[in-house]
């Protein structure tokens, strides 16, 4: 095999101070499935967007095909027959698949788009590669599995030779995923060379023939998959034994905190995205909700915590009717949030740590005297916090934007379990932070479970949804599809046909989950 | 933190002098007596106490725009209104100079109040359209500047005009109302002290009070702040009214310190000043006064250089517009930031390294 390209001592300082490559050596051998695995932050999408130009390193040099080349934006990088599909989609919604495949290389005709030359080269495109997309469909409407293979398309048909997969099963169901590794094997047969990024090592051992393995920046090791095992390959990712079993006792379920009765909702575009949505959340147990994402759960959660407003149906908590509750109402009552997106609504990036750690409680009279904060008891508040979710930082005083992804999200954590909740609401609560971290958040979740806190927990990643949960609802298409009293007993692929909408639950079943 | 904020400062002396170098470069081609007018404009508010005198006066309303538009821009929120609210103190404190009598010291404190009253309520509107109807703030108190200075202009020629002054101005204020000279023989009032407990008040209740947290808040990330219960309009209204209650009482301290009767013919100009002056100090109330002294010092210089010498003041305004946008260029030197970030994480590298070697 020959070596196709070459990424030589590169080192990628992000404005931050964060240094997310240090003197990384990658080689990627022509027609080879290779995959690039590490924890969340170890830095391997940061070497790929080097690869691709949308990262300048501070040193380094890349190589192709022997030769020395510059990337200094995805136009050369494209030019160099580099495509790279990104974990979140870089489509235009509103536009079809045949018009998102050519923008930028339109065909033209007398001075206009030529549509029908677009749907046409789409088709031959999506023949060649076996890779079935309908040319005029919006994009908007495709399931995510069909908008990764626009995003594919769109590669190829710009010439890629090397493709970058970015996570591509992060947000795919176990049947996609299975489908996509058919499609990157026949794409490897047609002689293209593949950079698989993950860190599901399963799916690793079923598709790549060589590893790369990176933790904390830097290039731990390269190595055949086949002479490696799961156990070498994440004991080198995260440096040490990992247990994958989180410990908990079986949950002991109390009274009811929230009961949400026959939600609706149809969102700013008027699409329907809740669909009479009714469950319970009872003290003492963690209800997950599983699904593809953008299958409801992002406006459900918004519904319940007051950022968006509801339509129809009924939220009760601890047997108060909240519908019209301001959010400062409802965390008086007893609800905490850990949102979606950390740095969107989680905290104030530029703001300390001592203030993001008290915007829930700042106006408590614990903290004020009669005029003036009592900055004490804030700084007080504040180290106890940092030492107690050991939030890695030099004083409480320091920028949250200076913090890595994992102590930020420790930070919104600590504020939001630290408020005494009734009602917890984990949204993707270790989305893209390290293991540590992510073992830190699940302990607390369980302990606060333990203290008779109702958790709602959303997860895209099935792993951790099965994991921590003790009993689980799975929403497809904005409605509740099934309910798994004990989540021991479901296996993935059971789950996953639900997650796709294949297989539904009968209405009694699903009714399982109100208990009164 | 503590080397960003230095990092900062840096860059803003850097985009000073820049900005002074070409300045120099325009006053070389445009003079014949260049080394004149560069020393005048340079070293011209020191040479006699009058004229450092002037720089403090004329940084009086400076800082109370600066403080009033640093409190808005804070809570994220572009109101420019300081210019009208400004204008406005200056007439409340007109009318209440000329048709009441009070003691001397009750008069001005009480038309310093009315000042403030009526700007803060001015600025409530732009700001409630913000929040009821979600008026862009920038354009609504933009076009309220206007209202305002011919609302303004009304009421004094309407029913306050001293018909006998020969040109357009206001009947006298009572002597009662006037703020007093601090040192005689300059035009340095009392007002100047206001200023200082301005700057004071507003440092602790930007940064000490739950009030202040509030609009940070709401200034850094609104979806955090909403999200975390923070009552966002709320907080958009109040800052836009404590800004135009610092503008409304710079207007009025300016016209009682300044003047005898009310004689502006157009809008004076410090609102803008204050947004200059809010830039040059990152919004921070402890850097207001700063800015405003430098601001207030180029103008005094450039004053004395275009009386003395053949340059024209104007110079200022270019050295203003070149610090405005070199400072404001958020890219502005971003390269060597960089290179200090970079710096620092290698040390810390290296560190990190040496440590495991141990």
Redesign the interface.
């Known amino acids: 095999m020959r070596e196709l390209l070459k990424m030589h001592n590169i080192t990628k300082i992000y404005p931050n101070g964060i240094v997310a490559n240090k003197k990384v050596n990658f080689s990627v051998n022509e027609g080879e499935i290779h995959a690039l695995v590490g924890e969340n932050g170890a830095g391997k999408t940061t070497l790929m967007k080097i690869l691709f130009g949308l990262e300048r390193p501070e040193e380094g040099s890349i190589y192709i095909n022997g030769s020395k080349v510059n990337i200094t934006s995805p136009i050369v990088a494209i030019k160099n027959g580099i495509g790279m599909v990104h974990q979140h989609f870089m489509l235009v919604p509103s536009l079809t698949v045949a018009e998102n495949i050519i923008l930028g290389i339109e065909p033209q005709k007398n001075g206009f788009i030529d549509f029908r030359k677009a749907i046409e080269i789409t088709e031959k495109l999506s023949e060649k590669y076996n890779l079935k997309v309908d040319p005029k469909a919006m994009v908007r409407d495709l399931p995510v599995g069909m908008k990764q293979k626009v995003e594919i398309l769109k590669a190829l048909l710009r010439g890629a030779k090397i493709l970058i997969l970015d996570e591509p099963t992060a947000v795919l169901t176990p049947q996609e995923t299975t489908e996509l590794f058919n499609e990157l094997f026949h794409l490897k047969n047609n002689g293209h060379t593949i950079i698989f990024i993950s860190h599901k090592l399963r799916e690793v051992k079923q598709i790549s023939d060589r590893i790369t393995i990176m933790r904390h920046g830097k290039n731990v090791g390269v190595f055949n998959t086949s002479d490696v095992t799961e156990q070498d390959i994440s004991r080198l990712m995260v440096g040490r034994d990992v247990i994958l079993k989180i410990e908990k006792t079986k949950s002991k379920p109390g009274n009811v905190v929230l009961y949400v009765k026959d939600l609706n909702h149809i969102n700013e575009w008027g699409k329907t995205v809740l669909k009479n949505v009714s469950f319970s959340v009872r003290s003492g147990e963690i209800l997950g909700i599983a699904g593809v994402e953008g299958n409801g759960q992002r406006e459900l959660v918004e519904i319940i915590t007051g950022l968006r407003k509801l339509d129809k149906g009924e939220l009760i908590l601890n047997g108060k009717v909240i519908n019209d509750f301001s959010i400062r109402e409802r965390r008086e009552l007893g609800i905490s949030h850990v949102p979606e997106d950390r740095m969107v609504y989680g905290v104030a990036a530029d703001g300390s740590i001592a203030e993001n750690l008290i915007s829930d409680r700042f106006e408590k009279k614990e903290f004020n005297r009669r005029i003036l904060m009592d900055m004490k008891k804030v700084t007080n508040l504040s180290n106890q916090l940092i030492k107690e979710f050991r939030i890695q930082s030099n004083s409480p005083k320091q920028k949250v934007r200076m913090l890595s992804g994992g102590n930020i999200q420790k930070v919104v954590v600590a504020r939001e379990f630290s408020s005494e909740p009734k009602l917890l609401i984990a949204n993707q609560p270790t989305r893209g932070i390290d293991v540590g971290a992510t073992e830190l958040i699940h302990r607390r979740i369980i302990e606060l479970r333990d203290k008779g806190v109702a958790v709602l927990l959303v997860s895209a990643d099935l792993n951790e949804v099965m994991e921590l949960s003790d009993s689980l609802i799975v929403m497809f298409g904005g409605e509740i599809v099934a309910y798994f009293e004990d989540v021991s007993y479901v296996t993935e692929e059971e789950l996953g046909a639900y997650m796709l909408g294949l297989k539904k639950q009968s209405l009694e079943e699903i009714r399982r989950v109100l208990y009164a | 933190?503590h080397k960003?904020v230095l990092f900062e400062m840096m860059r803003t002396l850097v985009a000073i002098f820049i900005s002074l170098i070409i300045a120099f470069i325009i006053i070389f081609f445009v003079s014949t007596q260049p080394t004149e007018a560069l020393s005048k404009f340079l070293i011209g508010p020191f040479s006699k106490i009058r004229y450092f005198s002037n720089v403090i006066e004329m940084s009086i309303p400076l800082i109370f725009n600066g403080l009033a538009i640093s409190v808005m821009f804070q809570a994220n929120q572009f109101n420019v209104g300081a210019e009208g609210a400004f204008f406005m103190g200056a007439v409340a404190a007109t009318i209440v100079g000329i048709t009441m009598n009070l003691p001397v010291g009750v008069h001005s404190i009480f038309a310093i109040i009315c000042g403030g009253l009526l700007g803060g309520f001015l600025l409530f509107i732009p700001a409630i359209l913000k929040t009821k109807w979600n008026a862009n703030e920038l354009v609504s108190s933009l076009m309220l500047n206007y209202i305002l200075y011919y609302l303004g202009i009304f009421i004094i020629n309407y029913y306050l005009r001293d018909v006998n002054a020969g040109y357009m101005v206001s009947y006298k204020l009572n002597s009662s109302a006037l703020i007093p000279k601090l040192i005689p023989g300059t035009r340095l009032h009392y007002g100047v002290l206001f200023a200082v407990a301005m700057i004071v008040i507003i440092y602790?209740f930007m940064y000490?009070?739950?009030w202040g947290?509030?609009i940070?808040?709401t200034g850094?990330?609104e979806?955090?702040?909403?999200?975390?219960?923070?009552?966002v309009n709320f907080v958009i209204l109040y800052a836009q009214i404590i800004g135009g209650i610092i503008a409304g009482m710079g207007g009025a301290i300016e016209l009682l310190g300044m003047y005898t009767r009310f004689e502006w013919q157009k809008l004076p100009g410090y609102g803008w000043d204050g947004v200059i002056v809010a830039i040059l100090a990152r919004n921070n109330p402890v850097l207001v006064p700063l800015a405003a002294f430098f601001l207030s010092y180029l103008r005094i210089g450039a004053d004395l250089m275009a009386r003395m010498t053949d340059v024209p003041s104007e110079v200022v305004s270019v050295i203003q517009a070149l610090v405005i946008m070199l400072v404001a260029a958020e890219s502005f030197m971003?390269k060597w930031?960089?290179k200090m970030?970079?710096k620092?994480?290698?040390e810390?590298?290296s560190m990190a390294n040496g440590g495991n070697s141990r």
Do not use: P
Request: hydrophobic content about 40%.
């Open positions: 933190m960003e602790y000490r009070t739950k947290y509030a940070r808040m850094l990330n979806k955090f702040a909403e999200y975390s219960g923070i009552r971003a930031r960089h970030v970079i620092q994480a290698k810390e590298i």
